[in-house]
C-alpha cells in the first residue's frame, strides 16, 4: 500500500508504516521517488506467499517489513520453502550496506533510515528491470538492519548472475542526497546456490548466503 501525505500530515507518515503501508512519501517529492514507489508496492502486490501453519493469511500478507516495505527474511525463507520440489535450483544473493551505523551516528536515524529505504527502492527498481526477461521467478527481502537478499527460484546462467551481482553492489557507486548532505554508502555481496529438491532446507540456504556475505565484509567494498 502506497500512502501520500502533504507536508503537514508528515507526522503521521510512522503511524501509516505501522498501520500496513508499504510506502510513504510526504510531499514534495520528486518523479523518481514516486515511480520507484509505485514500483515498489506493484511488486509487493505480485507476491504470492502463502499463510504458515495455524497464522491467518492476512498475517502473513500484511507483515511486509516497516521501513522499507519488502518482504521480511521470515517471508523469504517461506517462499523459498515453497520453491523447493518445482525449482530445479536456489539462489540467495545476499547484499550488505556498509557505513549505515556511521550515517546514524553523524545524522541521526531518520538520515539513516532513510538511506535504507533509498536503498530498498533501487534495488526493487534494479532487480525488476534485470530479471524482466528472465524465467526465474525471484523475491526480494530486508534480512537485517542493513542487509538485504534477493532469492531466486530456476537455473540462472552465470552472465546473468554476473551481470546482476555487479548491478547489486553498484548501487553504492553513486551517493544519495537526503536533507542536503551527501550520503556515501558501500556494498558487498554474498552468493550461495543449491539444487531445489536437495538442499538440507531453506534456512540453511540463507545461512549459507550469509556466511558468503561475511568473507565478501573481509574484501574491498564491493567484494563480491
Known amino acids: 500500500m502506497l500512502v501520500l501525505l502533504s507536508r503537514s500530515d508528515a507526522g503521521e507518515a510512522e503511524r501509516m508504516r505501522e ?25 509487493l502486490a505480485d507476491l504470492q506467499i ?11 500478507t500484511t507483515r511486509s517489513d516497516l521501513l522499507t516495505g519488502l518482504a521480511t527474511g521470515d517471508q523469504l525463507q517461506h517462499w523459498l520453502t515453497q520453491q523447493q520440489d518445482s525449482a530445479p535450483s536456489l539462489m540467495v544473493m545476499a547484499l550488505g550496506v556498509g557505513r ?31 530479471m524482466a526477461d528472465a524465467p ?12 538485504f537478499a534477493i532469492g531466486i527460484a530456476g537455473d540462472i546462467e ?11 553492489v553498484s548501487i553504492a557507486a553513486t551517493p544519495f542526497i537526503i536533507g542536503g548532505r551527501e550520503i ?30 561475511a568473507a565478501s565484509r573481509a574484501a574491498e567494498p564491493g567484494a563480491i
Open 158 to 168: 552465470q552472465e546473468l548472475q554476473d551481470g546482476l551481482s555487479r548491478q547489486l
Open 184 to 213: 556515501h554508502l558501500t556494498a558487498r555481496l554474498g552468493i550461495a546456490t543449491a539444487p531445489g529438491k536437495h538442499i538440507e532446507s531453506a534456512e540453511s540456504l540463507i545461512r549459507q548466503g550469509s556466511a558468503a556475505l
Open 19 to 43: 498501520a500496513g503501508a508499504t510506502r510513504v512519501l510526504v510531499s514534495p517529492f520528486n518523479t523518481d521517488a514516486f515511480g520507484n514507489a509505485l514500483h515498489l508496492t506493484a511488486r
Open 50 to 60: 502463502s499463510p504458515g501453519e495455524g497464522e491467518p493469511a492476512a498475517a502473513q
Open 100 to 130: 549505515i551505523g556511521v550515517i546514524n551516528a553523524a545524522y541521526g536515524r531518520s538520515v539513516a533510515d532513510e538511506s535504507l529505504r533509498r536503498v530498498a527502492a533501487q534495488l526493487a527498481s534494479l532487480a525488476a528491470d534485470f
Open 136 to 147: 526465474q521467478h525471484w523475491l526480494l527481502a530486508r534480512m537485517a538492519a542493513a542487509e
